[in-house]
């Protein structure tokens, strides 16, 4: 398994070791132990999968308060997943990061609490997956708008298709100092 920071500090992205024969493959997803021996000791307490087609953006998404750190990856297709710092008072708030994950490179992307999440999925179809560190909460889910502009998100995809809920949601700039979590050095 090897582990690499991304330019958002806590952010990282995990590559399993494939092995492959005749039958197929196999690939730990997640081990504690490996990832501990790097620093990162995520409680997971829910799992989650998704599908959607091509086009379909998801995010951007974050819950206050019980914020969710999630560990993320791609069974079948290809998405372009994004993080946003939105931790009031850290020094990449509002900075964001994109790894692409794929069925193909196998990669998994370590999220911490405090950042928003999204993806857009560039393939026909694409089976999401997710381990949680917090388990949902209706009352605290919360969103950001995809295009932000004080973002300035490079997705890429222009038109995509949204849930009414994302459509719907704020820009950072507005939400209340008290909806948003607090950066601790
Ligand atoms: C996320 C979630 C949703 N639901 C329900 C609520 C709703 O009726 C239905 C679909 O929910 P959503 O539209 O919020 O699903 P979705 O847009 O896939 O939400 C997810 O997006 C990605 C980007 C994330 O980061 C996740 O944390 C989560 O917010 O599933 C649960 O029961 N448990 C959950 O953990």
Not at 163 to 176: V, Y
């Amino acid at each position: 398994m090897k582990l690499t920071e991304t330019r958002l500090p806590g952010c990282v992205v995990i590559e399993p070791q494939v092995f492959g024969d005749s039958r197929g493959q196999f690939f730990e997803s997640f081990n504690c132990d490996k990832l501990a021996a790097h620093g990162l000791t995520p409680n997971f307490v829910q799992g989650n999968v998704s599908t959607s087609t091509r086009g379909v953006l998801r995010g951007l998404h974050y819950q206050w308060p019980k914020p969710q750190g999630k560990y993320v990856s791609v069974l079948d297709g290809e998405v372009w997943d994004v993080a946003v710092d939105i931790r009031r008072g850290s020094p990449t708030y509002g900075k964001w990061e994109a790894v692409l994950l794929s069925g193909e490179n196998r990669l998994h992307f370590w999220i911490p609490e405090g950042f928003a999440h999204g993806f857009a999925v560039l393939s026909e179809r694409a089976t999401f997956t997710y381990l949680c560190t917090q388990t949902y909460d209706r009352d605290a889910d919360a969103g950001i708008r995809w295009n932000d502009p004080a973002l300035a998100i490079d997705w890429p995809v222009a038109e995509p298709i949204l849930s009414d809920k994302d459509m719907r949601a704020p820009l950072l700039a507005d939400i209340a100092d008290d909806r948003l979590p607090v950066y601790a050095a």
